[in-house]
């Protein structure tokens, strides 16, 4: 009876048992020693083993505890090893806002869709925060996530949008229509069903309180929860070059022509307007320079397709479709993110040459007439920074790039020379400076 109301209430699989033990449905599970096919079918609920009860053990631990041999056995075999890496990998990708890799985790591993951080973050919680589009949010709650989840402090992920983004769209039209993905689903619609281990492709046989039932090509029958049986809409087939495709995330129709870089390598992966924006706001500024979120090549912001463009200023807020996620106009946004990465390059190239001077060791011979070993081989110009390394000269050194004439042991400039300790005589051997740790002439 529990498995059912599990299946007609996709999210409720992982709630705690009351009387303060903190037990879900699997601890139970754990407790009565079922067999592998029970857990197969907790685990195609979307059931997380990875949870611990008050007294911190896990599922499985606690059927070693009770002595159920062959349960922890099972619990080993229907959720392996690479459960707990998998679900940390989802909830990182949806942390950075990397949505792309939460629907290809999701579409591989449908099961892990109700995962929770420590904080009880679900992936619709990120996706809230974030202000993912209506479209994207409609997807997840396709794919069965349950939006009444909630977090270490009690929110659902609709509080997390309302608090953060106040105007979303998903706000007055998802929160009252979450029925609306199912309600679709009649005897004869063509439909896509993600299981833990496979995904079926078939038609809709039966549609009762339960669940569906859906016949493959192979004449099979399946008992699937309504959540996971997904239509498989028609592509339109009007104008081909502008629509024809899916967005790889949120499954909205786009353009094939849908490139985010020129440099794009690979099969086609398109994403739609709202997607795109979320996707670039989310790298913006931690994840630069941009790259696309598919090839990973990097995103050439000087030729930006035009078509990528026409479409972006349709969604991008304000005054585009999509949620006020900035203030930000498109152009506005594309500067800032090129003097971004233009900062972070001279940060990472001062961070070399900084690398270059601790390591650089000192002077293979010893600096000619003065005879002194153990000098820095590479120093930085005093004046403009520029290194220069020592090859066989005497101590004076001239720097090519801004004509400075300094020390290269003790680093002064010929005036600063005292005549004592600090003589610019070159047979002297003035104090050797320490190895340099900011490089002149830079902020
Ligand atoms: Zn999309
Ligand atoms: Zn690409
Ligand atoms: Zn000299
Ligand atoms: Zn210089
Ligand atoms: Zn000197």
Not at 118 to 140: E, I, K, M, S
Not at 158 to 163: G, M, P
Not at 343 to 364: F, K, S
């Amino acid at each position: 009876a529990a498995l059912d109301f599990c299946q007609a209430h996709p999210g409720t699989i992982n709630n705690r048992k009351g009387g303060g033990m903190g037990n879900t449905l699997l601890h139970q599970a754990a407790f009565w020693g079922v067999d592998a096919g029970t857990l197969e079918t907790l685990k195609e609920l979307g059931a997380n083993p990875d949870l611990r009860n008050a007294e911190g053990q896990t599922p499985a631990e606690m059927a070693e505890a009770h002595g159920r041999v062959h349960t922890a056995a099972a619990f080993a075999a229907v959720f392996g090893e690479e459960d707990p890496v998998a679900r940390l990998r989802l909830l990182r990708a949806a942390k950075v806002g990397d949505f792309a890799q939460v629907v290809q985790i999701l579409r591989a591993q449908p099961h892990l869709v109700h995962t929770q951080s420590l904080a009880g973050w679900t992936v619709l919680h990120q996706a809230c925060y974030h202000g993912c589009g209506c479209q994207f949010l409609r997807r997840l709650l396709a794919l069965g996530a349950c939006p009444a989840l909630r977090d270490a402090n009690g929110q659902t992920c609709w509080e997390v949008l309302r608090e953060r983004f106040p105007e979303h769209q998903a706000l007055a039209t998802l929160i009252q229509d979450t029925a609306v993905v199912t309600a679709s689903l009649a005897a004869g619609s063509r439909v896509t069903v993600g299981l833990a281990h496979a995904t079926l492709v078939g038609e809709v046989t039966r549609v009762g309180p339960g669940g569906v039932t859906v016949v493959t090509e192979d004449g099979q029958s399946h008992e699937c929860a309504a959540w996971r049986v997904l239509p498989t809409k028609e592509l339109a087939e009007v104008d081909e070059e502008d629509i024809g495709a899916r967005c790889l995330i949120c499954d909205a129709p786009t353009t094939q022509l849908w490139v985010l870089g020129r440099a794009c390598q690979g099969e086609p992966h398109p994403m739609c307007g709202e997607c795109t924006v979320n996707f670039l706001w989310s790298q913006y500024p931690l994840n630069l320079p941009l790259k696309c979120s598919q090839c990973k090549q990097e995103v050439d912001l000087d030729n930006l397709p035009q078509r990528l463009l026409w479409h972006l200023t349709d969604v991008w807020p304000p005054g585009g479709t999509q949620c006020p996620i900035t203030s930000q106009s498109l152009f506005e946004f594309i500067e800032a993110v090129k003097t971004k990465t233009a900062e972070r390059r001279d940060a990472a190239g001062v961070e070399a040459l900084l690398e270059l001077l601790a390591t650089c060791g000192p002077t293979t011979a010893a600096i000619k007439y003065c005879n002194l070993s153990g000098c820095p081989s590479v120093r930085a110009c005093p004046h403009c920074g520029i290194l220069i390394e020592y090859e066989s000269q005497c101590k004076h050194m001239t720097c090519v790039a801004c004509n400075t004439t300094f020390c290269f042991i003790c680093l002064r400039l010929r005036n600063e020379h005292d005549g004592g300790r600090y003589n610019w005589s070159i047979s002297h051997a003035c104090p050797i400076a320490p190895l340099q740790t900011e490089i002149p002439g830079q902020g």
